[in-house]
């Protein structure tokens, strides 16, 4: 079990709650899911539930953690020390040959994890899949997983829903995949910040994704009509109210100087009509509010990008892939025309971002069109020592600069983290500088590699339906079925022969 007891953390740089005075029980067998826009504490949360000493350096935090039992806790990206371990050097201290059954589950054979072969050449699919069997073979009794799914392949996708369903064990985790927390999750915890992100609310329902989602769209909706009920018969009210006022203020007025007697009834009931007014003013201070939503993220590309349905994008040919002198798959043929959608799946550690860079190689010096890259490791793209308005305001003129933070304030930037450096924002929003690259750029091919895996469950079907609708070309790599399901029109798998085009 695991006992969260009024848990409030700042951020030290802005003193922006992330929470209030928490509290939460996970009992055995709940699988609890932490929903929440990008830059919201997901992440921070789960650290601080593992560890307080994880985030000291930028949180001001307090309350307690009850654990009954051994915690296992999966980050979000793999530390940058454990790259240049081997792999039998991070499983050294592991009883791997007592679970192989967990070996065979992950698609991990014995020769590969007990290989000289570094951490640092693995792909991130193959990354969590390490990390994953190395925290289970712990026999652990409660698990927290920060985006588990990350980089994963389909079949392994499966296995981990799978596995988390079957679990009696208490599981506490952070996905941005849909499909995999609809099938799994029984409890939602959703982290919001409200009134422009001045206050943090967390809502905790036990109940599956769809019905949270449907529960909360009804209790809105019932919030919001009896809120402007209220309104609209206090406005009937004080209308009424006001003719009553001016009416007997006539009265005294006309009436008093002739008839003292009737002067005196209708100071009585002018007293009385003030106190019915200030009876109604009491009454609204007690009306309900109107619901507090954290607002979606705007997202759309020009709906004048368009390229010609036989326009040539892309023919590729390769007799091989390799990493090195690792020969991953050969003949491998694409042909890319128009406004196409297309997506290649496959096993970890295929290749798949490798052929991305190698399309990217081939693309982005075109001069008949105008391709952007969002990779897999945004570092590779983003300077992280700039601000996301460097970063985007290119030329850095005053039209630049208030086009971009305009667009960001559409993606929930603050202030803040418009004009602090790229490198402490979280994953998610520094997938939304990527994006929002490509918007302001016009950009009319994208290449993507996973390009909806940092975004959360509520921005992601904003985000596919702006690429759904994308007049360009996407040449994209994804693991997410609802990405593959609304975006794509045509899926490849990569295998070690190739490109098979595969049906939807």
């Not at 008839?259 to 019915?276: D, E, F, W």
């Not at 096993?347 to 952007?372: C, F, P, V, Y």
């Not at 990405?483 to 595969?502: A, F, M, P, R, T």
């Amino acid at each position: 079990m695991l006992e969260l007891k009024n848990i409030t953390i700042s951020l030290k740089k802005d003193e922006r709650d992330i929470t209030d005075n928490f509290s939460f029980t996970l009992n055995r067998g709940e699988k609890a899911v932490i929903i929440g826009e990008e830059g919201n504490g997901k992440s921070t949360l789960l650290k601080f539930i593992y560890g307080q000493n994880l985030i000291e350096e930028y949180c001001n935090c307090s309350g307690e953690v009850i654990t009954r039992g051994k915690m296992a806790y999966l980050p979000q990206t793999m530390e940058e020390s454990c790259d240049v371990l081997s792999l039998a050097e991070y499983f050294e201290d592991s009883e791997y040959y007592m679970h192989t059954d967990i070996l065979a589950k992950l698609g991990l054979s014995i020769d590969f994890i007990l290989s000289e072969q570094k951490l640092g050449t693995l792909s991130g699919g193959e990354k969590v899949k390490v990390q994953l069997a190395r925290l289970l073979m712990g026999e652990p009794d409660i698990l927290l997983l920060d985006e588990p799914t990350n980089d994963l392949d389909i079949s392994t996708l499966q296995w981990l829903e799978a596995f988390i369903n079957d679990s009696r064990l208490p599981i506490l985790y952070i996905s941005h995949d849909e499909t995999l927390i609809e099938n799994t999750a029984n409890v939602i915890i959703h982290m919001e910040q409200i009134v422009r992100k001045t206050k943090c609310r967390i809502s905790v329902a036990r109940c599956s994704y769809r019905e949270y989602l449907s529960r909360r769209r009804s209790a809105f909706a019932h919030q919001e009509q009896v809120a402007q009920k209220q309104r609209d018969d206090y406005d009937k009210q004080m209308e009424k109210w006001r003719r009553i006022y001016n009416r007997v203020d006539h009265e005294q007025e006309v009436v008093s100087r002739q008839n003292p007697g009737a002067g005196r009834l209708l100071k009585k009931k002018m007293h009385n009509v003030l106190s019915m007014g200030r009876r109604f003013e009491r009454e609204k201070e007690n009306f309900l509010d109107f619901p507090q939503e954290e607002e979606a993220i705007l997202a759309r590309f020009d709906e004048s990008i368009h390229l010609p349905s036989g326009k040539r994008i892309l023919d590729f040919s390769a007799d091989m892939l390799c990493i090195k002198e690792r020969v991953l798959s050969q003949n491998l043929k694409l042909y890319v025309s128009g406004n196409e959608h297309i997506c290649i799946i496959g096993r970890n550690g295929i290749g798949k971002s490798t052929l991305l860079k190698m399309l990217w190689d081939e693309l982005k010096d075109r001069q008949d069109i105008t391709a952007a890259y969002m990779p897999q490791n945004y570092s590779e793209a983003l300077d992280f020592d700039k601000t996301p308005t460097q970063y985007l305001a290119e030329n850095y003129s005053k039209a630049d600069v208030t086009k971009a933070r305009t667009y960001m304030g559409g993606m929930k930037f603050t202030h803040e983290e418009m004009n602090g450096k790229i490198e402490n924002l979280s994953g998610g929003q520094k997938a939304k500088i990527l994006f929002l690259d490509m918007v302001l750029h016009r950009s009319d091919v994208l290449l993507l590699d996973e390009p909806t895996r940092n975004f959360s469950p509520l921005s992601s079907p904003v985000v596919r339906a702006a690429l759904r609708n994308f007049g360009g070309c996407i040449i994209s790599v994804s693991h997410d079925r609802k990405y593959l399901d609304e975006v794509c029109d045509k899926v490849y798998e990569l295998s070690g022969n190739g490109l098979v085009s595969i049906s939807k």
